[in-house]
């Protein structure tokens, strides 16, 4: 099993769609998450912590459900600029200061 | 710029050469890793350095790869009598951190553009 999971897709939405995704992980122990965003052929970028009481940037929302080990990102009205692969991030602290990312998600926002 | 810098940004070698990638972090970073990403996967950790200890080495990193901080500053990662196989995204991220190799501040890892290697 994967130590974090997501759902490929991709996803071609309209413009103005409410779009969500899903991120499972595996180790329990895992402190802290992220979701990153990258762009096609450019590095990853940080989009967003995500905190146990759920957390909002704009128009991106965050969920960690630590019982289930389900994260979660929402994005409203979504704009043409929010195509990217959305990649969910775990940082296993204990140890190693080191990302597990997810094979990531990509977007694509349709005019 | 003030980011994180990479070079060469593309390196196209022969199967069985040994290539060299350099990466200069931001300059008040500590911390500094090594991540390769494939077509279609989420990068992947290969090792990382605290000043200028090589604090943790992924299984991935076979006795081919090796990298090194010197000065604690840039660090470089050489691949050895590479192979197709080897052909991937090398991305090195840097941030700053406080504290030993356990739970420890830590903050947000900036990631340099990349070196992307093929191997003919």
């Known amino acids: 099993r994967k130590e974090v999971e997501q759902d490929p897709g991709p996803f071609n939405v309209p413009e103005g769609a409410t779009v969500a995704f899903n991120c499972t992980y595996s180790?329990?122990?895992?402190?802290?998450f992220f979701w990153y965003r990258q762009d096609c052929r450019k590095e990853p970028k940080l989009l967003m912590s995500?905190?146990?009481s759920g957390n909002e940037d704009g128009r991106f929302t965050a969920q960690l459900n630590r019982a289930s080990q389900y994260i979660s990102l929402l994005i409203r009205d979504s704009k043409l600029s929010d195509s990217a692969t959305y990649l969910c991030?775990?940082?296993?602290?204990?140890?190693?200061?080191?990302?597990?990312f997810g094979q990531g998600t990509r977007l694509t926002i349709n005019p | 710029d003030t980011g994180v810098s990479q070079n060469p940004r593309h390196k196209i070698t022969k199967r069985g050469q040994n290539v060299t990638f350099r990466c200069d972090p931001i300059?008040?970073?500590?911390?500094l890793y090594w991540y390769r990403q494939t077509l279609g996967q989420g990068p992947e950790f290969l090792t990382y350095?605290?000043?200028?200890?090589?604090?943790?080495k992924s299984r991935l990193l076979s006795d081919r790869f090796s990298a090194e901080r010197p000065k604690g500053s840039f660090s470089t990662l050489e691949i050895q009598r590479t192979e197709q196989g080897d052909s991937a995204m090398y991305l090195c991220?840097?941030?700053f951190g406080i504290g030993g190799t356990g739970v420890s501040g830590s903050y947000e890892q900036y990631f340099g553009p990349g070196t992307r290697l093929t191997v003919t």
């Open positions: 991030v775990v940082n296993l602290i204990q140890g190693a200061q080191k990302l597990v």
């Open positions: 300059s008040e970073h500590n911390r």
């Open positions: 350095f605290q000043n200028e200890a090589q604090l943790e």
């Open positions: 180790n329990s122990a895992s402190q802290s």
């Open positions: 995500v905190y146990s």
């Open positions: 991220a840097s941030s």
